[in-house]
């Protein structure tokens, strides 16, 4: 099951399997760890009457099929997915259109932002900051609070060996601890989550994520950073206030210093906004993003 039915459409090697509703404005949604294009299952409703809504697995999540891994995770940063991305854009006819990612998808989202300032136009981000600020703010107590990016990032095969021996125990862990309320992933979105969480290839996909995500991520970063480089379009920051983002500071003063034009609002959610609070979350995209 799926928000619609399934597409696939071969970009740079991979197969990238998505969903296409709605007219108008094309916005690309992204979702982020450990889910699939179903997070945005309870938003797609509120927002294709404005919208062309482009809703892809990321590569090597769910049902696409993503790059091979490298030992420099080169493959999996979020420049190249975010290269594969835009590419798979322009190849559905979309040379310039909007973004909103939520945790990873929000990582390769503002990463687009950076590499490719004339193609995206506005962005959104959801409950996340820059991968280099989180580095560069890391503590002892923070690290504690976001285990999976220590054992995600593993060599391989660590952590997959250790995830795919307990795939639905870890899953259900994440799920159940990341969400303000638990019960507003769906059975449908649970069923669909576990079916992809189950496949080895997703598991190792998710760890180069990570991986990139813990080493040339930073190094983009910090690149950006140090040349005063900020994201030109607007970008919208959302965020809940008990979560990821917030651990860190303002989110939105974070932001600042990345982008030139930011604008953002915290919301009563967990970590899972699409789907505990999709009316909050469609008004302020559809506002932002019309």
């Known amino acids: 099951m799926s928000v619609m039915p399934v597409l696939y459409e071969r970009v740079a090697g991979c197969n990238i399997a998505y969903s296409r509703t709605g007219t108008g404005y094309p916005l690309l949604l992204l979702h ?5 294009h179903m997070a945005w299952h309870q938003v797609v409703p509120l927002l294709d009457k404005h919208f062309t809504l482009i809703i892809p697995d990321l590569p090597g999540y769910g049902d696409s099929t993503g790059p091979a891994p490298d030992e420099q995770h080169e493959a999996y940063s979020k420049r190249n997915i975010g290269n594969i991305l835009v ?29 490719h300032p004339q193609t ?76 992809c969480f189950k496949n080895p290839s997703v598991i190792r996909a998710m760890c180069e994520d990570y991986r990139a995500g813990a080493t040339v991520d930073v190094q983009y970063d910090r690149h950006n950073k140090d040349r005063g480089q900020r994201i030109t379009c607007p970008v919208l920051v959302l965020y809940p206030t008990d979560f990821f983002a917030a651990r860190f500071g303002n989110p ?19 970590h899972f906004l699409m789907e505990e609070i999709p009316g909050e979350v469609s008004k302020a995209l559809d506002d932002f993003f019309s």
Not at 32 to 36: H, K, L, V, Y
Not at 91 to 107: C, E, T, Y
């Open 87 to 115: 590419q798979f854009m322009q190849q559905l006819g979309f040379p310039k259109f909007g973004v909103a990612g939520h945790d990873r998808g929000g990582r390769v989202g503002y990463r687009m932002a950076f590499d």
């Open 252 to 270: 939105v003063s974070v932001w600042e210093k990345w982008a030139v034009d930011v604008q953002g609002m915290a919301v009563e959610s967990g």
């Open 32 to 36: 982020g760890f450990p889910q699939t």
């Open 120 to 195: 995206v136009t506005r962005l959104a981000v959801l409950d996340i900051i820059p991968t280099g600020e989180m580095a560069d703010r890391m503590t002892f107590d923070l690290a504690l609070a976001l285990p999976h990016w220590w054992l995600l990032a593993q060599p391989y095969p660590f952590p997959e060996t250790l995830i795919i021996q307990q795939a639905e125990y870890y899953l259900k862990n994440t799920l159940d601890s990341w969400s303000g309320n638990k019960k507003s992933i769906t059975e449908e979105a649970w069923q669909e989550y576990l079916r």
